[in-house]
């Protein structure tokens, strides 16, 4: 019976793709884009053609657990499943797996990791591993003839899963490796000081060992594989440094881009796509191929973790309290800080664990220790919170911020807001009584980024897409949601929906309704996206858009245009 059945769905699948075929238009201004079986669709001989232009660098692309089944053993070890370094050699990999799971399709097409079966998901089915910028053009080229859905990558940690989509080519740029220091860098004959060009695959590690080599450094996230000169720049990019040196997108000078109609254009003399690639979202304009921004002299700071244990919820919502009304003492140092509170344990009374990294430039220890010394005494003071761990570490700010890796590897989606400045200063409970609800609906993780104030409020009238509630925020705080593999897809849509559902009206009690996100770490399904990541750029960002891509080839999740198409970008709506 087995076989029977199996040909039986086989049959169907091709007569519904037939279906398919025959009500979608094969022409450009079709309302879907071709996907394999429509007429519209290259040939064999076509993709064959391209692989020719582009010196044999196109590649079949696999989800990565049908990578790692093809591996010698027949498995990745789990070492290799959680590393961004192993997953970023990889070019069907996302970060976080969930991107690559057609969870929707119908049947659902999945491949997890150790599976027995494997669909190909919502994982791209060519990718052009370019090497030169006439291999992004190319791409580009092909993919606005032959109307494909394009994708573009650079490390696959996007957490809202815009670097993958399902019966695309992909273009990845993680070869794009330039990095290159200039004391005289010049724009026109503006004298643009000290700077750094980084290729678009370069990772934030190597900045900081480049930063370190040369004496400099440069304004990165707190990440070891994240692309500064990829999706993170056209975010905002916040770090650690922020409040010190403003936001990434505050620092860059110019950006080389390849766009829908195939030029490359040195952007800065393109004052409009400037605008728009400096926080106006990722993957929304053209292919990067490099980035400079500016480099400073290196410094020393002092950075610290401290490790503190909640006994439970009620003190974990008041070591929130607290953590609040100090938020401001470490200003005098712009120090820039992140905080997590994650559950140790399920059920009100059960710990959370507070882990509270901080940066603190030009400082020394003793300085630093007393910098800090109100809050952790304050903290100790209280009934339920006891010391674990701290440790004080003083030297190149380039090493402070070095990871090594990062660990990934599983199922997670964000939800987030941008929290003003004015409700620390005004109603620091409020921040206790919001993390208590937020615990009490089922939260288990808390990431706090203090990431803004300082250079970052003082940048406000820096004429860039930047939302404007970076300009008056001081936290950038993230919900985060995980599941694995053995649960339901019922479980998995409410996981996925939990933020917008649940936790969005809760967090907006600190944020305000209408407040921001940052595109780059939050929810793509923000139901009113436009507000949410853009704010009042959106419009412009919109005219700016058609401007440059007026056939929409570059389009993602909760990106400037999406809302014409549908979830993953294939069809018109
Ligand atoms: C562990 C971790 C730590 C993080 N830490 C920080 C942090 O400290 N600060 C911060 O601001 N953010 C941080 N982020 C978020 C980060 O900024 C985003 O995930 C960002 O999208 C990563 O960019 P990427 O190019 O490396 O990723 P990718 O997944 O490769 O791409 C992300 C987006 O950028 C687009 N893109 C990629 N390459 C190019 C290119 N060459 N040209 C045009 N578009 C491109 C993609 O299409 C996609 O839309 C962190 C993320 C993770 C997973
Ligand atoms: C292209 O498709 C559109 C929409 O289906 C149709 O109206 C138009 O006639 C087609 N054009 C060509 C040249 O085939
Ligand atoms: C592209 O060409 C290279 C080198 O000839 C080959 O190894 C590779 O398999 C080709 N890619 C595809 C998708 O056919
Ligand atoms: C790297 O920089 C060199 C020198 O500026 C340049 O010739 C080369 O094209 C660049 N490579 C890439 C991939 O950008
Ligand atoms: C620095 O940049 C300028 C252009 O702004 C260029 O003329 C010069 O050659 C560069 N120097 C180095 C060392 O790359
Ligand atoms: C891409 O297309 C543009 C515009 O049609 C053209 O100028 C360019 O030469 C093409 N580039 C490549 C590499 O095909
Ligand atoms: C940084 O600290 C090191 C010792 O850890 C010292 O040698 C160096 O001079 C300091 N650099 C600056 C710029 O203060
Ligand atoms: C979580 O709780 C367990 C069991 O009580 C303990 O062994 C572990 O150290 C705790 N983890 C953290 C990060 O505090
Ligand atoms: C650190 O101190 C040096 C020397 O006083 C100064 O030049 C530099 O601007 C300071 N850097 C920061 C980030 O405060
Ligand atoms: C914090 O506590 C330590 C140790 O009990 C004490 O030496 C220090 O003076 C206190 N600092 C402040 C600012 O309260
Ligand atoms: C939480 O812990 C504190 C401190 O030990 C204790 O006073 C309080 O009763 C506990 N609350 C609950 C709800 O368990
Ligand atoms: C920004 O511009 C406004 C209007 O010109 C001005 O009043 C304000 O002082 C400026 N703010 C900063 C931080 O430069
Ligand atoms: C997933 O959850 C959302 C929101 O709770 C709901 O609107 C949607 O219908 C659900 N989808 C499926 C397939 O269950």
């Given at each position: 019976?087995?076989?029977?059945?199996?040909?039986?769905?086989?049959?169907?699948?091709?007569?519904?793709?037939?279906?398919?075929?025959?009500?979608?238009?094969?022409?450009?201004?079709?309302?879907?884009?071709?996907?394999?079986?429509?007429?519209?669709?290259p040939s064999a001989a076509e993709w064959d053609a391209l692989n020719t232009t582009v010196f044999g660098r196109l590649v079949t692309?696999?989800?990565?657990?049908?990578?790692?089944?093809?591996?010698?053993?027949?498995?990745?070890?789990?070492?290799?499943?959680?590393?961004?370094?192993?997953?970023?050699?990889?070019?069907?990999?996302?970060?976080?797996?969930?991107?690559?799971?057609?969870?929707?399709?119908?049947?659902?097409?999945?491949?997890?990791?150790?599976?027995?079966?494997?669909?190909?998901?919502?994982?791209?089915l060519y990718s052009v591993e370019a090497e030169t910028v006439a291999d992004i053009q190319a791409a580009v080229n092909f993919s606005?003839i032959h109307?494909l859905?394009?994708?573009?990558?650079?490390?696959?940690?996007?957490?809202?899963?815009?670097?993958?989509?399902?019966?695309?080519l992909l273009t990845?740029?993680?070869n794009?490796?330039?990095?290159?220091?200039?004391?005289?860098?010049?724009?026109?004959?503006?004298?643009?000081?000290?700077?750094?060009?980084?290729?678009?695959?370069?990772?934030?590690?190597?900045?900081?060992?480049?930063?370190?080599?040369?004496?400099?450094?440069?304004?990165?996230?707190?990440?070891?594989?994240?692309?500064?000169?990829?999706?993170?720049?056209?975010?905002?990019?916040?770090?650690?440094?922020?409040?010190?040196?403003?936001?990434?997108?505050?620092?860059?000078?110019?950006?080389?881009?390849?766009?829908?109609?195939g030029?490359?254009?040195?952007?800065?003399?393109?004052?409009?796509?400037?605008?728009?690639?400096?926080?106006?979202?990722?993957?929304?304009?053209?292919?990067?191929?490099?980035?400079?921004?500016?480099?400073?002299?290196?410094?020393?700071?002092?950075?610290?973790?401290?490790?503190?244990?909640?006994?439970?919820?009620?003190?974990?919502?008041?070591?929130?309290?607290?953590?609040?009304?100090?938020?401001?003492?470490?200003?005098?140092?712009?120090?820039?800080?992140?905080?997590?509170?994650?559950?140790?344990?399920?059920?009100?009374?059960?710990?959370?664990?507070?882990?509270?990294?901080?940066?603190?430039?030009?400082?020394?220890?003793?300085?630093?220790?007393?910098?800090?010394?109100?809050?952790?005494?304050?903290?100790?003071?209280?009934?339920?919170?006891?010391?674990?761990?701290?440790?004080?570490?003083?030297?190149?700010?380039?090493?402070?911020?070095?990871?090594?890796?990062?660990?990934?590897?599983?199922?997670?989606?964000?939800?987030?807001?941008?929290?003003?400045?004015?409700?620390?200063?005004?109603?620091?409970?409020?921040?206790?009584?919001?993390?208590?609800?937020?615990?009490?609906?089922?939260?288990?993780?808390?990431?706090?980024?203090?990431?803004?104030?300082?250079?970052?409020?003082?940048?406000?009238?820096?004429?860039?897409?930047?939302?404007?509630?970076?300009?008056?925020?001081?936290?950038?705080?993230?919900?985060?949601?995980?599941?694995?593999?053995?649960?339901?897809?019922?479980?998995?849509?409410?996981?996925?929906?939990?933020?917008?559902?649940?936790?969005?009206?809760?967090?907006?009690?600190?944020?305000?309704?209408?407040?921001?996100?940052?595109?780059?770490?939050?929810?793509?399904?923000?139901?009113?996206?436009?507000?949410?990541?853009?704010?009042?750029?959106?419009?412009?960002?919109?005219?700016?858009?058609?401007?440059?891509?007026?056939?929409?080839?570059?389009?993602?999740?909760?990106?400037?245009?999406?809302?014409?198409?549908?979830?993953?970008?294939?069809?018109?709506?």
């Amino acid at each position: 019976m087995k076989p029977l059945f199996g040909s039986l769905i086989l049959l169907v699948c091709t007569l519904l793709a037939h279906l398919q075929n025959t009500s979608a238009a094969s022409n450009t201004t079709s309302r879907c884009r071709n996907v394999p079986g429509n007429p519209g669709y290259p040939s064999a001989a076509e993709w064959d053609a391209l692989n020719t232009t582009v010196f044999g660098r196109l590649v079949t692309v696999v989800p990565s657990a049908k990578f790692c089944a093809s591996l010698a053993g027949g498995a990745c070890t789990e070492d290799q499943w959680t590393s961004a370094l192993f997953r970023a050699t990889i070019p069907g990999a996302m970060e976080q797996p969930n991107w690559e799971q057609g969870y929707d399709h119908t049947p659902p097409s999945l491949c997890l990791q150790n599976g027995i079966t494997c669909g190909q998901g919502n994982v791209p089915l060519y990718s052009v591993e370019a090497e030169t910028v006439a291999d992004i053009q190319a791409a580009v080229n092909f993919s606005r003839i032959h109307h494909l859905r394009l994708v573009v990558k650079a490390s696959g940690h996007d957490y809202l899963g815009r670097s993958t989509a399902p019966s695309s080519l992909l273009t990845r740029t993680r070869n794009f490796q330039n990095v290159s220091f200039n004391d005289s860098f010049f724009i026109g004959s503006t004298y643009m000081r000290s700077t750094v060009t980084l290729g678009s695959g370069v990772f934030g590690q190597t900045v900081y060992t480049e930063g370190k080599a040369n004496g400099k450094i440069a304004v990165g996230g707190s990440a070891a594989t994240v692309c500064i000169a990829g999706g993170w720049v056209q975010g905002a990019g916040h770090s650690a440094l922020s409040p010190t040196l403003g936001l990434g997108a505050d620092n860059v000078l110019e950006f080389d881009i390849v766009v829908a109609s195939g030029e490359l254009l040195k952007e800065n003399s393109y004052p409009d796509l400037f605008y728009a690639l400096r926080g106006g979202g990722a993957g929304s304009w053209g292919v990067i191929v490099s980035a400079t921004f500016l480099a400073y002299p290196t410094f020393n700071a002092t950075s610290s973790v401290i490790y503190l244990v909640a006994e439970n919820d009620t003190v974990t919502a008041s070591l929130a309290a607290l953590h609040a009304e100090h938020i401001f003492d470490w200003d005098s140092v712009h120090a820039g800080q992140y905080f997590w509170f994650r559950k140790n344990g399920t059920g009100s009374s059960a710990p959370s664990v507070l882990f509270l990294v901080t940066y603190m430039p030009n400082t020394t220890v003793e300085q630093s220790i007393a910098l800090l010394a109100p809050f952790i005494n304050a903290s100790l003071a209280l009934p339920g919170v006891s010391l674990v761990s701290q440790e004080w570490t003083y030297g190149d700010i380039n090493d402070a911020l070095y990871q090594a890796d990062d660990s990934v590897g599983t199922n997670n989606v964000l939800g987030s807001r941008l929290i003003p400045a004015s409700m620390y200063r005004d109603s620091p409970g409020t921040v206790g009584k919001v993390y208590k609800e937020l615990l009490d609906n089922g939260a288990t993780e808390l990431l706090g980024n203090l990431v803004a104030g300082g250079k970052v409020a003082e940048n406000v009238n820096i004429s860039s897409a930047v939302h404007p509630a970076w300009r008056t925020a001081k936290t950038h705080l993230i919900l985060s949601a995980k599941w694995d593999d053995s649960a339901s897809l019922a479980e998995i849509n409410q996981t996925r929906h939990f933020f917008q559902n649940v936790q969005r009206p809760i967090l907006e009690e600190l944020s305000g309704p209408n407040a921001g996100s940052y595109s780059n770490e939050g929810d793509v399904f923000e139901p009113v996206f436009q507000t949410t990541f853009f704010g009042p750029n959106y419009s412009e960002l919109s005219a700016i858009k058609l401007k440059y891509d007026p056939e929409d080839l570059f389009i993602v999740g909760a990106g400037v245009g999406s809302e014409r198409w549908n979830e993953w970008g294939l069809c018109r709506v």
